[in-house]
């Protein structure tokens, strides 16, 4: 088992940037991909990023491409997410997810270990 335990959200103005953190415990020697994702009232759950546990290699989807970047502290078994020029729009739950098995960065369904999320919300 794996306990995942996210920190760093808040409210921010639109512009502003938060860092999102993710505490990982319990079994990390065998994690293969670690994630952000989030859900906005009404919406679907979506990818906001995902980076490979040992090689470092990252995904982002278009949405996030150049105001998000993800990275990891395997020394300390924690994953960052920072977000920048942060719009009204990115208000959401932000979940970080890991998984032990390979497969597509992007699919939630994909990963099997879950945190409590945290509430970002960016005012106007």
């Known amino acids: 088992q794996m306990q995942l335990v996210e920190s760093g959200g808040g409210l921010v103005q639109a512009g502003g940037s938060l860092r999102l953190s993710c505490v990982a415990s319990?079994?990390?020697?065998?994690?293969?991909?670690m994630g952000w994702f989030r859900r906005a009232p009404g919406k679907e759950r979506e990818s906001v990023a995902a980076?490979?546990?040992?090689?470092?290699?990252?995904y982002y989807p278009e949405s996030s491409k150049g105001r998000v970047t993800i990275s990891r502290d395997n020394a300390k078994n924690t994953l960052y997410l920072q977000m920048n020029s942060l719009k009204p729009e990115d208000t959401a739950v932000y979940y970080c997810?890991?998984?032990?098995?390979?497969?597509?960065?992007?699919?939630?369904?994909?990963?099997?270990?879950w945190g409590q999320g945290t509430q970002v919300t960016v005012s106007s």
């Open positions: 997810a890991a998984a032990e098995t390979r497969g597509d960065l992007d699919v939630a369904e994909g990963y099997r270990y």
């Open positions: 980076i490979t546990w040992y090689d470092g290699n990252t």
């Open positions: 319990g079994r990390t020697f065998s994690t293969y991909k």
